[in-house]
């Protein structure tokens, strides 16, 4: 009996090596690591022997209808991947001149991925690479108490604040909130929703396909009977595994997700295939028809060149199908793949990291990320060269637009949900400051500007869609010097908490913006000051991750060599 043990348990290694061949590179060591769930938050630790850790339960093979293929786990303990997390490398967003480039021109961006992905990392002890780090998306996070538009106006409000800078003397801030209309829950239209689920060996720990599971269960308590799901798997291969089927048949969407096991390699690309044909398919007029993608992005059988996969994407937004991108775990997490076909798709993308993300993700701001209210969002602020020197967008430099996209219908943009708050902040250097981060040319015009009379710092542009339409509605709106007010302290709550978490995140980019006397104590007694109702407690998690950071902060420059080692 012992000997047979051992050659079944030779079997069983050999067996889960193979299943490990799209996770782990030649040469390279995987590190075991262990996930504990702890209320609603996972915590990793490497378990020191003796004893060594109990081994997870038994994996299976996938189960689809079309006898997609994975090997047995046969109760042996998958490792984990070594970090090999992909992020877009992409440089900031630099300082202008007014005077030789007025027009800065952009697509909205509603992501909130980047937020709850650098949380993970502070919450882990560590600095996230700056690359993760999207300042857009961590502004977008939270809700702001901007107004909402009138019924009989655009389906989103705007409003403009301006304001001195905490982040350095002699420079302002100028915030534009975006708030689009919330829908009457009773009057939303029915959701034809197909999930296509990474199965793949990666999805194996319980941070990926065991919290997707969950996630999707907390989905379906905030569905109604009629919408209808559909699920899509994909491993070494894609299949189908669940027909569109009314949510008031839950027992049966419940069961097949159940029915989910993770292992073999990714077929991402072929899975998209599916999924979108299936959608097709089963295309409801006066519904809203989504993709919904859960995966750690780790593509590698099939179509896995992001450029292909966003071309395919790209194509198949011409059909009225939105796309929603979920990321999920470490290790091996694309995050540049996964927003490559969120933009490209309209789509949004999101990370959830813990069974309170998937909640805020899929149940609370599900309408947000389900019914869309205005397409292709673009917006353009011409600045006005007697009132302003300088000006830099913070964040969206992966959604900048040419000038003239901003007239062209057939440049995507981003999509605004319902209830959606949107928030753009530039950092700007007023006519006249000694804080004017760009020196005059010595050859150029040495001529002061004129006075401005109107009063006007700039002068902004938004386009959008509706849902549907081919043609897009202008709005404009004059910032003026009624926008502005003279302290920090005099500004709306929600500027004020915008700004602190705009802090946040160029700290976290190296903060080099920012003046010397700006750091994680200013961000945290501003936040703090403008925190306001906090239903959820998510702003009370924000001031605490600013401690988490400065600890995590300090902890990298003392593990940082010295020159003289």
């Keep these: 009996m012992h000997i047979k043990g051992i050659i079944l348990g030779s079997a069983a290694a050999a067996t889960l090596l193979a299943a490990c061949q799209s996770e782990t590179a030649?040469?390279?060591?995987?590190?075991?690591?262990?996930?504990?769930v702890t209320a609603n938050r996972a915590e990793d630790f490497s378990p020191t022997p003796p004893p060594p850790a109990p081994p997870p339960p038994a994996m299976a093979g996938i189960m689809t209808r079309s006898k997609a293929m994975a090997g047995d786990m046969s109760g042996m303990p998958m490792p984990e991947p070594e970090f090999r997390d992909q992020y877009e490398d992409v440089e900031a967003n630099p300082v202008?001149?007014?005077?030789?480039?007025?027009?800065?021109?952009?697509?909205?961006?509603?992501?909130?991925?980047?937020?709850?992905?650098?949380?993970?990392?502070?919450?882990?002890?560590?600095?996230?690479?700056?690359?993760?780090?999207?300042?857009e998306e961590l502004i977008n996070y939270f809700d702001y108490t901007y107004l909402q538009p009138g019924a009989e106006e655009a389906p989103f409000s705007t409003q403009v604040n301006i304001m001195p800078s905490p982040f350095a003397e002699g420079r302002e801030l100028m915030q534009i909130g975006i708030q689009?209309?919330?829908?009457?829950?009773?009057?939303?239209?029915?959701?034809?929703?197909?999930?296509?689920?990474d199965v793949s060996g990666s999805m194996f720990s319980e941070d990926k396909l065991p919290l997707a599971k969950q996630a999707l269960k907390l989905m379906l308590d905030e569905m109604e009977p009629t919408d209808?799901?559909?699920?899509?798997?994909?491993?070494?291969?894609?299949?189908?595994?669940?027909?569109?089927?009314?949510?008031?048949d839950?027992?049966?969407?419940?069961?097949?997700?159940?029915g989910l096991q993770a292992g073999g390699s990714t077929a991402g690309g072929e899975g998209l295939r599916l999924a979108y044909s299936l959608a097709e398919m089963g295309m409801k007029e006066d519904a809203v028809n989504r993709v919904m993608l859960l995966t750690d992005g780790d593509f590698n059988v099939g179509i896995s060149?992001?450029?292909?996969?966003?071309?395919?994407?790209?194509?198949?937004?011409?059909?009225?199908?939105?796309?929603?991108?979920?990321?999920?775990?470490?290790?091996?997490?694309?995050?540049?793949?996964?927003?490559?076909?969120?933009?490209?798709g309209n789509g949004t993308a999101a990370y959830v990291d813990t069974l309170s993300e998937a909640r805020k993700v899929l149940a609370d701001d599900l309408s947000g990320n389900m019914f869309p209210i205005a397409d292709d969002v673009k917006i353009q602020v011409e600045f006005n060269p007697a009132r302003v020197a300088e000006y830099r967008l913070i964040g969206y430099e992966t959604r900048m637009l040419d000038r003239e996209d901003f007239?062209?219908?057939?440049?995507?943009?981003?999509?605004?949900?319902?209830?959606?708050?949107v928030t753009a902040i530039y950092d700007i250097t007023p006519v006249g400051s000694s804080a004017t981060q760009i020196d005059p040319l010595r050859y150029g015009d040495k001529g002061k500007p004129a006075e401005d009379p109107s009063g006007e710092y700039a002068f902004v542009k938004l386009r959008y869609k509706a849902p549907g339409a081919t043609e897009s509605v202008l709005?404009?709106?004059?910032?003026?010097?009624?926008?502005?007010?003279?302290?920090?302290?005099?500004?709306?709550?929600?500027?004020?908490?915008?700004?602190?978490?705009?802090?946040?995140?160029?700290?976290?980019?190296?903060?080099?913006?920012?003046?010397?006397?700006?750091?994680?104590?200013?961000?945290?007694?501003?936040?703090?000051?403008?925190?306001?109702?906090?239903?959820?407690?998510y702003r009370a998690e924000f001031i605490e991750l600013t401690r988490l950071a400065e600890t995590a902060e300090a902890q990298a420059a003392l593990n940082t060599p010295s020159r003289e080692d």
Excluded: C, H
């Excluded at 030649?26 to 504990?36: K, R, V």
């Excluded at 949380?119 to 882990?124: A, K």
């Excluded at 839950?250 to 159940?258: D, F, G, N, Q």
């Excluded at 979920?326 to 076909?341: E, L, P, S, V």
């Design 228 to 248: 209808t799901i559909a699920i899509v798997v994909y491993a070494g291969a894609a299949g189908e595994v669940l027909e569109p089927t009314p949510v008031s």
């Design 475 to 537: 709005l404009e709106r004059p910032v003026t010097t009624a926008d502005r007010v003279d302290s920090v302290d005099a500004a709306p709550q929600w500027a004020r908490f915008a700004t602190a978490v705009a802090g946040f995140g160029e700290m976290l980019k190296g903060g080099e913006t920012l003046s010397t006397s700006f750091g994680w104590e200013a961000i945290r007694n501003l936040a703090s000051g403008a925190k306001g109702p906090d239903k959820f407690g």
């Design 407 to 421: 007239n062209n219908d057939k440049v995507d943009a981003g999509d605004i949900g319902a209830g959606t708050s």
């Design 96 to 135: 202008k001149l007014v005077s030789e480039e007025p027009v800065s021109t952009f697509s909205i961006d509603v992501d909130t991925a980047s937020y709850a992905n650098v949380r993970r990392f502070l919450e882990s002890g560590v600095l996230p690479p700056k690359d993760a780090v999207r300042i």
């Design 180 to 197: 689009g209309r919330d829908i009457d829950r009773d009057a939303r239209p029915p959701v034809n929703l197909t999930l296509l689920m």
């Design 26 to 36: 030649p040469g390279d060591e995987a590190a075991t690591e262990t996930i504990i």
């Design 305 to 344: 060149d992001p450029e292909q996969l966003e071309d395919f994407v790209s194509r198949k937004r011409e059909t009225g199908i939105y796309l929603s991108v979920i990321g999920f775990g470490r290790g091996n997490y694309n995050d540049a793949m996964m927003q490559k076909i969120s933009q490209a």
């Design 250 to 258: 839950k027992r049966k969407i419940v069961a097949a997700l159940e």
